[in-house]
T-cell receptor
Framework: QKEVEQNSGPLSVPEGAIASLNCTYS??????FFWYRQYSGKSPELIMS????GDKEDGRFTAQLNKASQYVSLLIRDSQPSDSATYLC?????????????FGTGTRLTVIP | KAGVTQTPRYLIKTRGQQVTLSCSPI?????VSWYQQTPGQGLQFLFE???????NKGNFPGRFSGRQFSNSRSEMNVSTLELGDSALYLC????????????FGPGTRLTVT
């Protein structure tokens, strides 16, 4: 059973602060890792992907992957009220290239103005 | 490029009926995956179609089925609806490889009464 675990939160940070979101996964064979943002009443939106150990930066977002610890995180710098949403961690393990994402339950982030 | 589209957006059905949901992927995307999202279970993978073939299947009963057409459009069907099938059904498209991430449509909100 592939499991992806996230702290459900809610996580509250003041505007301008760094928000840190964490995710662990159980399947050591997991290949690709994604962060999705989901606003209330909307569908998930892909914001970051990471495939190898280390950091990947995109604007205010940084994804970090540590395969040895089976841990992936998302840092949001200079958090804005518009970042308030549920953040979903997703992993795919299949080496055939098939698209079957396993999602965590999400962390609800609130950025306080 | 236009995003993933899903029709209908909302649907109300009676227990025992069947329903067909439709998804048009992003132009050029050959993979279409379907997910069910509920407050209790979160996002769960139903199945994926690639080049008109089911490439992967999640742990759902046989009442859930799908197909993909030569233009990559996909449909999913749920027969003999149960109250527990009430959920947001999300379609996601990808260029093909599981490592490239998936892009979600707005979803179809199904309510079974």
């Amino acid at each position: 059973q592939k499991e992806v675990e996230q702290n459900s939160g809610p996580l509250s940070v003041p505007e301008g602060a760094i928000a840190s979101l964490n995710c662990t996964y159980s399947d050591r064979g997991s290949q690709s890792f994604f962060w999705y943002r989901q606003y209330s009443g909307k569908s998930p939106e892909l914001i970051m992907s990471i495939y190898s150990n280390g950091d990947k930066e995109d604007g205010r977002f940084t994804a970090q992957l540590n395969k040895a610890s089976q841990y992936v995180s998302l840092l949001i710098r200079d958090s804005q009220p518009s970042d308030s949403a549920t953040y979903l961690c997703a992993v795919t393990q299949d080496q055939t290239g098939a698209n079957n994402l396993f999602f965590g339950t999400g962390t609800r982030l609130t950025v306080i103005p | 490029k236009a995003g993933v589209t899903q029709t209908p957006r909302y649907l109300i059905k009676t227990r025992g009926q069947q329903v067909t949901l439709s998804c048009s992927p992003i132009s050029g995307h050959r993979s279409v995956s379907w997910y069910q999202q509920t407050p209790g279970q979160g996002l769960q993978f139903l199945f994926e179609y690639f080049s008109e073939t089911q490439r992967n299947k999640g742990n759902f009963p046989g009442r859930f089925s799908g197909r993909q057409f030569s233009n990559s459009r996909s449909e999913m069907n749920v027969s003999t609806l149960e109250l527990g099938d009430s959920a947001l059904y999300l379609c996601a498209s990808s260029p093909g490889d599981g490592g490239l991430g998936q892009y979600f449509g707005p979803g179809t909100r199904l309510t079974v009464t």
